[in-house]
């Protein structure tokens, strides 16, 4: 079965200094990876995505993320870390096999507090 | 360009009363998907739309209706409410063709059941 993992509930981190939120998936086939940010009383807003090709993937707002197929990982980080960027963040997985869907499965989200 | 517009933003029930979760995209969006919300649970979907007249159950569909008679328009019924649909409710959509498109999400339904 498709899952996806985010094993913190919080991370913590200094204004100015470097983040990740850690991601872990399972699909059967090839994933579909994406990053997701959710703003106080606000729905989900999309950040970058991973298809195929290049492992390092940039979105918006100076996020990148990485995907590690040996390690079925695909985390979250940005090199300089803002107070503005004190958000849920979700981890979401589309198998390929369920293209004709659409269908995401989400990780439980982990809550980024950057502090001034 | 609106996006997803869903209304109510907010709403209280009782126990045992109807409701409708409306929600509409303007983005000519084939796919349309039902999500709830509950803390540290992440999001579930409950149902979703490949095209007008197309539905289909996903993950927590006990307790919930859906209907999508236009492209636009999907909205979410609530027959019996209960307790435990106390939760945010996300519409979102995302363009037919490729399935490696972002889904695009509306700001959400709090719902509370008392």
């Known amino acids: 079965a498709q899952s996806v993992a985010q094993p913190e509930d919080q991370v913590n981190v200094a204004e100015g200094n470097p983040l990740t939120v850690k991601c872990t998936y399972s699909?059967?086939?090839?994933?579909?990876l994406f990053w997701y940010v959710q703003y106080p009383n606000r729905g989900l807003q999309f950040l970058l995505k991973?298809?195929?090709?290049?492992?390092l993937v940039k979105g918006s707002y100076g996020f990148e993320a990485e995907f590690n197929k040996s390690q079925t990982s695909f985390h979250l980080k940005k090199p300089s870390a803002l107070v503005s960027d004190s958000a849920l963040y979700f981890c979401?997985?589309?198998?390929?096999?369920?293209?004709?869907?659409?269908?995401?499965?989400f990780g439980q989200g982990t809550t980024l507090q950057v502090k001034p | 360009n609106a996006g997803v517009t869903q209304t109510p933003k907010f709403r209280i029930l009782k126990i045992g009363q109807s409701m409708t979760l409306q929600c509409t995209q303007d983005?000519?969006?084939?796919?349309m998907y039902w999500y709830r919300q509950d803390p540290g649970m992440g999001l579930k979907l409950i149902y979703y739309s490949v095209g007008a007249g197309i539905t289909d159950k996903g993950e927590v569909p006990n307790g919930y209706n859906v209907s999508r008679s236009t492209t636009e328009d999907f909205p979410l019924r609530l027959e019996l409410a209960a307790p435990s649909q106390t939760s945010v409710y996300f519409c979102a959509s995302s363009y037919v063709a490729a399935s490696n498109q972002p889904q695009h999400f509306g700001d959400g339904t709090r719902l509370s059941i008392l």
């Open positions: 979401a997985v589309r198998d390929a096999s369920s293209s004709n869907t659409g269908k995401l499965i």
């Open positions: 991973y298809i195929t090709g290049d492992n």
């Open positions: 699909v059967s086939g090839n994933p579909y």
């Open positions: 983005m000519n969006h084939n796919y």
